[in-house]
């Protein structure tokens, strides 16, 4: 178990890890979906929820991102050594980076397509002219920047259950729920 003065990440900061990992999954899960269909008003409108879940992300993440930056993040194990630590944070960085990157290029895309994102209660038109030229440009550097983050997930979880697993140090438990009567950061 971790003896720090704060064990875990507070509750807001971790619903907002699990909601974003489960909106990633079905921005995955919608985009090959979407490639099989022919097409068809069911392609539309699972595009459409690809478009939505992906902009979810994309407005949680920066949520995420100003409460990392205003909160106190628990502290790593006593005997991690300065350069793993050092590696942890690039790494944390790198995947927010394609957290932002990746939605926002795909809205690019989106609006370059001359398409729209629909939430159901408002729409977002797009405010450009469609490019099939630039739609096609963006739309490569979506798809590239994607299975790149698909793979630092897989990293990151790699890690987490390295940690979890065979070091055995309690670090997964800063991104886990609280029972009552446990500490955490503020
Ligand atoms: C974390 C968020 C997202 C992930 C992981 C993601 C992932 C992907 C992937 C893997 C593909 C390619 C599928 C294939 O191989 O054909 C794709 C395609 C696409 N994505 Fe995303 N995406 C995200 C967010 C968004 C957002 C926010 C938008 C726009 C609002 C968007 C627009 C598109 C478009 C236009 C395509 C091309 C679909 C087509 O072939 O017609 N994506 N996305």
Known sequence: MLQTTAQRYNALMIAIHWLVAGLVAFAAISAFVIDEMPNSSAKASMTNLHFVFGSLVLGLVVVRGLLRLTTT????????????????LIGHMGLYALMVGVPLIGVITAFYRGRGIDFGLFQIASPFDSNRTTGKFFKEIHELLAYGFFAAIGGHALFALWHHYILKDGLMDRMRFAKSGTKRAE
Not at 75 to 82: E, G, V
């Open 73 to 88: 993040a628990p502290a790593l194990p006593a005997d991690t050594h300065p350069h793993v630590a050092k590696a942890a």
